[in-house]
Every structure is written in structure tokens, then in C-alpha cells.
């Protein structure tokens, strides 16, 4: 994925006559650069071989934040929390405005629904990375999981508006996490349509939606009353899918 090839071509030379094929380069061929510790545990966490990218990552320099991160998040990823806490501490440590580490510091505690905690890395994180629309999810996830839905709408609005993507982020690689473990998903959909029909993206408006209704969302009349939802109201798919009875996944 990352490897080097060398390529050894010929160089042509312009005469009067045309082109001199085969011409030898004078200058010895450039030796493959070598791949680094870092790339090479990129590369196990691609492939989730979590494991053997932790290992890897510490055969790097003990000093590095950046290698502490990923140790913390291979770690996260094998459901090693202790571990992957001693990671993201350890990054935070060598560089305290490390915005990414903060933000994963955030997550352990949301994994052990402390979210008062959680909340309080978020917006340490934010501090030091004030337009990054995964902490701003993050930050509306906690809000949303302490039942503070206005908070976490907000704040959905705020990550929206900085990336239209950052609710469909799926990759476990890189030095963020993102949470998406919430125990009222139903509820959660609904706040997602209603952050997207605001934003006035209508395609992903209906997709949760559609997802929230059949998590077993029951207040089916705030799709036709709230103003958010006020542009969908001509549009069939959305009709369709409030006449329709969804089955309860």
C-alpha cells in the first residue's frame, strides 16, 4: 500500500537528427527510501491487525506524541481501554495542546458513560482545535447522552456546517475518534434528520428519517410539526415514509 518502487527508466537526448534512445543515466540509481515506523503501523491498522500495529507503532520513538496517540487508538480498537487510556495520556503529556489525544481522552470516558468528563475533553480539545466538526460531534453525542437535546442539536449544527461529512465518517484509522455508541438510537436519528433538514440537505433528512422510524421512533407528528422538517412537506419520499408503517428493527 505504502511501498516504494524504484523505477529505473532510459533517458532519450535531442540531436538534429531526432532522439537517442538508451542512453545511460551517468548518475547512480536513488536507493528505496525506507518505510517508517509509523507508516508501517498505518499500514497493520488498515488492515485491522490492531495488535501488530501497536506493537509496531512501539518500536518508534518513546518521546513521539503522535505514536503515543495511535498506540492509544490500536489499543481502543482491541477493546483495551485501560491500555488505550495510558496511551492518550501519555500523548497529552509530550504535547498538552494536542487536540486529537484530548478529543480520544474524551471518548474513554464516554465508553464509561462519564460523560461530564467526556465533556470537559471536548472542549479542552476544542480549545486548541476550534473548527474541528469530529470534536464538535463528539461534544453533541455527550450533550445528547446526558438527555440534553437542545445542547446537542446545537452542536450537531456547529459540526454540520464545518463538514457536511463529518456524521458519516466510518474509518478507524488516523488519530481521531469519532463516538457513535449511543443507547437511544431512534432518538439520535431523529436529531441527525432534523440537524440535516436544517442544513437543507434533504437526501441525508431522509435517511434517518427513515432510520429513526424504524428504531422504533414514536413521535411520528414532530416530522410534521417542527420547522426544521417544513421544506420536506411537498416532497413524496417524505410522505411516503410517514404514511408507511416501518418495521421496528
Known amino acids: 500500500m505504502v511501498s516504494s518502487l524504484l523505477l529505473v527508466a532510459t533517458l532519450c537526448f535531442q540531436t538534429n537528427n531526432g532522439f537517442l534512445p538508451n542512453v545511460p543515466d551517468t548518475k547512480p540509481p536513488e536507493a528505496p527510501k525506507s518505510v517508517s515506523v509509523e507508516t508501517r503501523g498505518d499500514i497493520f491498522m488498515a488492515r485491522k491487525m490492531y495488535r501488530e500495529a501497536m506493537e509496531m ?9 503522535v505514536l503515543a496517540n495511535k498506540i492509544g487508538i490500536a489499543y481502543h480498537q482491541l477493546l483495551d481501554l485501560g491500555n488505550a487510556k495510558k496511551g492518550y495520556e ?17 471518548t474513554i470516558y464516554y465508553a464509561h458513560k462519564s460523560y461530564r468528563r467526556s465533556i470537559a475533553q471536548y472542549k479542552r480539545a ?23 437535546y437542545d445542547l446537542a442539536f446545537a452542536t450537531y449544527q456547529q459540526a454540520l456546517a464545518i463538514d457536511p461529512d463529518v456524521f458519516e465518517h466510518r474509518s478507524s484509522m488516523g488519530i481521531l475518534l ?19 433538514a436544517k442544513a437543507g440537505d434533504i437526501e441525508h433528512a431522509l435517511i434517518y428519517i427513515r432510520k429513526s422510524l424504524e428504531e422504533g421512533f414514536k413521535e411520528r407528528d414532530k416530522f410534521k410539526q417542527d420547522p426544521e422538517f417544513a421544506t420536506l412537506r411537498d416532497n413524496l419520499e417524505f410522505k411516503q415514509i410517514l404514511a408507511a408503517e416501518q418495521k421496528v428493527l
Open 57 to 65: 507503532y512501539k518500536t518508534g520513538p518513546a518521546d513521539s506524541p
Open 178 to 196: 469519532q463516538e457513535r455508541s449511543v443507547t437511544e438510537r431512534a432518538k439520535f436519528h431523529y436529531y441527525l434528520a432534523k440537524t440535516y
Open 90 to 106: 501519555r500523548a497529552v503529556k509530550l504535547r498538552p495542546d494536542y487536540a486529537e489525544a484530548v478529543n480520544n481522552l474524551g
Open 126 to 148: 476544542l480549545r486548541f482545535s476550534p473548527d474541528s466538526a469530529s470534536i464538535l460531534s463528539n461534544l453533541g453525542t455527550a450533550y445528547f447522552a446526558r438527555k440534553n
